[in-house]
């Protein structure tokens, strides 16, 4: 473990970490109310937290003293790539594929074909964990703009394919 803050003879330190300018305590401490403000979060705050509290002539035991949380920062996903796949030609087959290059958790892939026909699709078709999507047997009228979302529970990002058959 690595100290990041601390209070101690009337005086908070913040040590030398890469959260020195990103990390201070929420309250004055002598409110008692010891909880930490982490500002302009990133993926690599993500980790575990403990908190130790000691207390001058205090004789409670020292691991009774301490709490320990996870912290996971969600990161949205980037903006997808969108390709395709194959010989986009009456009668063949063709996939689509999506993907993000960033995203915690990673995210699930979402197809749908624009309007004027507006199509929404489901498996087997679509994978919506690789953010593929088989279209077989094509014919003109699959001709379209196809759009896929990429999301997750901190955000969504779109990209779009042109489909000519």
């Known amino acids: 473990p690595v100290q990041i803050l601390s209070y101690l003879g009337g ?8 959260l020195k300018d990103r990390i201070r305590f929420l309250f004055n401490v002598v409110s008692r109310n010891i909880s930490v403000l ?12 403990m908190c130790s509290v ?13 709490g320990i949380i996870n912290l996971t920062v969600l990161v949205p996903p980037a903006v997808p ?8 030609v009456v009668g063949a087959n063709v996939t689509l594929s ?25 498996p ?4 919506r964990a690789r953010g593929t999507l088989k279209l077989t047997n094509l014919t003109l009228e699959m001709s379209g703009v196809y759009v896929c979302r990429a999301e997750n529970h901190a ?3 779109n990209c779009s394919i042109v489909l000519e058959v």
């Open 11 to 18: 005086k908070e330190k913040v040590e030398e970490t890469d």
């Open 38 to 49: 982490i500002n302009n979060t990133r993926e690599q705050d993500s980790g575990q937290y």
């Open 54 to 66: 000691n207390v001058e002539d205090d004789t409670i035991r020292l691991d009774k003293n301490i």
């Open 81 to 88: 790539t969108c390709q395709l796949h194959g010989n986009a």
């Open 98 to 122: 999506c993907s993000s290059k960033k995203g915690k958790p990673s995210p699930m892939y979402q197809w749908q074909r624009e309007p004027p026909t507006l199509q929404v699709f489901f």
């Open 124 to 127: 087997p078709a679509q994978d």
């Open 155 to 157: 955000g969504s990002k």
